[in-house]
């Protein structure tokens, strides 16, 4: 019963080393068999370290066990052997197109099951029987069936090659060794082999490293996909109610003006109607004393005549009546059309500006390209993937929702018949064209982490390690990171310098909204805030993505922000301001100044 059990697990009974049906089992200290040789020849790769281990458990072993056979296990394996060559089906056994045939067989040659580098003879089950069983052949080197056990005869002098030349990087034997080899880095086949076997070891964990990048950077793209997509719906439905929002206001723009112009034409007729009362009632006045005087002057009574003529004859002086030409009441709403068609040449221009500003631009994707050939590229292609996947989301689409809120804006100020101000799009480049765009800022006391220190007028922050008896929970205040804000806020275009002692502290831009608790409300760790980390390794940091630049830390550093533009810069502060770090992207909400300080900031008076 247990020799059937057996036949149904045969996997039980193989070395896990060479995973073929133990040879001469041996079991070792920790519980698991393998062939004797097997693992001899794993333990001499070992003798350096002076350690031994188990290949499948790991267990180390201080000292080499001595290997004795394991009779039971042995005997156990050959009443396999024999069941399962007795119960295979005979076609199966034999060799047919495309097998190893057995060497030593006459007749219909059966299948050969291993191959024998001494002998270089194939075997079946039956003539490989006295490799397990004669002492001499115990030695032997048995491997899978080969075809190729040929190559392994040297043609010169038909010796098996068991030398490897490595001046001339190729198997010898013997004589070759002694003949036009003479002098040559020479080894044992098979301590080269032992040799190449780490060889390949490391290349194939390099490969295997290789892959996992690869696959690593195949599920960024995939994420990168998926990221687009989603920014792409959440840019049209935003777009479609930001454009709903506009046409509403316009709609609404449309009644108010329609409403202005009837409530103007109400009011200039019933005027008009008035004075139009007035000079009928004056008409016929004036008519009835017409038909009076033309009586008196047919009246031939001179005494009569005379005794009318004074209630007559004193006709009163006209008023000179309203000016009723209408020109000026026509001018009113000849100056509505003009108004309203210079309103809707601005809505094109802005609209016209603004699809040009977010139309999608040829981008340089070279830099995602993936150079197989190159292993140490995939760090720096990772950090660039990284970049331009922060930045790209900022441009790819047409019309992106904060654009078009921008837009909105913008087009109610111009219904509201107020021009949008423009400014240049050209970014200063010298220190004096910079403080044309200098802010005053100070120092928020309300947001400063309750171990910093404002002086200076709120202009200085410094580390006090002085005890604080009592602890000011303000809904501001940053309460793990040593950071603050400033109390300003900056919209247009802003610059302003800081100077940091020693250079070793934080610069950033940041939302309001910042979290002030937790790792997100470190500037740089979340999506509300954009920091230049001043360190021993300056780098810009955004939503956790790091980016390295190179050169020494700057003790004072001047930042421009051009908020409608997206433009965010960091200068080493001189003549010609040496560039640091820009980033573009958009801004949906007013920015503060932020510091994180270790060891003092102090906002510079700019002059």
Request: proline letters at 4%.
């Amino acid at each position: 019963m247990a020799l059937q059990g057996i036949q149904m697990d045969p996997k039980k009974l193989c070395c896990s080393i060479c995973l073929d049906v133990l040879k001469d089992p041996v079991t070792i200290p920790c519980g698991h068999s393998y062939c004797m040789n097997c693992i001899r020849s794993h333990w001499d790769g070992e003798d350096q370290k002076h350690i031994y281990s188990c290949p499948q458990c790991r267990q180390m072993f201080r000292l080499r066990p001595d290997l004795k056979k394991n009779t039971v296990l042995a005997d156990l394996v050959e009443e396999v052997k024999k069941t399962r060559l007795e119960s295979a089906p005979a076609d199966l056994c034999y060799a047919g197109p495309g097998d190893v045939s057995c060497d030593f067989c006459t007749g219909r040659k059966l299948k050969a099951v291993k191959s024998c580098l001494q002998c270089l003879a194939s075997c079946c089950d039956q003539h490989l029987q006295p490799h397990y069983d004669v002492a001499a052949l115990k030695n032997h080197k048995l491997v899978d069936p080969s075809k190729k056990l040929q190559e392994n005869i040297c043609s010169a002098h038909n010796e098996v090659m068991k030398i490897f030349c490595r001046t001339d990087q190729q198997c010898i034997c013997y004589l070759c060794s002694l003949d036009e080899h003479k002098g040559h880095d020479t080894v044992s086949a098979a301590a080269e082999w032992n040799n190449k076997q780490q060889v390949v070891g490391m290349n194939q964990q390099k490969i295997q490293q290789r892959i996992q990048d690869r696959e690593k950077d195949v599920r960024m793209l995939q994420q990168e996909v998926d990221a687009i997509n989603q920014s792409a719906d959440k840019a049209v439905t935003n777009s479609e109610e930001t454009f709903k929002d506009l046409i509403r206001l316009i709609e609404k723009r449309i009644s108010d003006v329609k409403q202005q112009i009837r409530s103007k034409q109400t009011d200039e007729v019933r005027k008009v109607r008035d004075l139009e009362e007035k000079l009928k009632q004056e008409l016929v006045e004036l008519r009835r004393r017409s038909s009076e005087l033309e009586q008196l002057s047919q009246t031939e009574d001179h005494i009569q005549f005379l005794h009318n003529y004074p209630l007559m004859s004193n006709v009163s002086e006209s008023t000179k009546p309203a000016d009723i030409t209408s020109v000026h009441h026509l001018q009113y709403f000849d100056d509505v059309t003009v108004a309203v068609s210079k309103t809707r040449d601005k809505l094109q221009d802005i609209l016209k500006e603004d699809w040009i500003k977010t139309s999608p631009r040829p981008k340089d994707v070279s830099g995602l390209k993936i150079q197989s050939q190159r292993s140490e590229n995939v760090p720096t292609l990772r950090s660039r993937f990284r970049k331009r996947k922060h930045d790209s989301r900022l441009e790819t689409w047409s019309l992106r929702e904060q654009d078009v809120s921008g837009s909105k804006t913008e087009l109610r100020n111009v219904i509201d018949v107020n021009p949008p101000p423009t400014l240049s799009s050209a970014e200063p480049k010298t220190r004096a064209e910079f403080l044309q765009y200098s802010r005053h800022l100070t120092l928020d006391p309300n947001t400063a982490n309750r171990w910093l220190l404002l002086s200076e007028g709120n202009k200085k922050a410094t580390v006090d390690w002085t005890p604080k008896l009592t602890s000011d929970h303000h809904p501001d205040r940053f309460m793990e990171k040593w950071q603050v804000l400033s109390r300003e806020s900056l919209t247009g275009r802003c610059y302003w310098e800081v100077e940091q002692r020693p250079p070793v502290d934080s610069i950033a831009v940041s939302y309001k909204d910042i979290s002030r608790t937790g790792p997100e409300s470190k500037f740089g760790c979340n999506d509300r805030s954009w920091t230049l980390e001043n360190s021993y390794k300056c780098m810009f940091v955004h939503n956790s993505i790091k980016t390295l630049i190179s050169g020494p830390p700057f003790s004072k550093i001047g930042v421009y922000l051009d908020h409608s533009a997206g433009i965010l810069s960091f200068y080493r502060v001189s003549d010609t301001m040496t560039l640091i770090h820009r980033v573009q992207t958009t801004f949906t909400q007013p920015l503060y100044g932020g510091f994180r300080v270790t060891g003092s900031v102090e906002l510079c008076e700019l002059k």
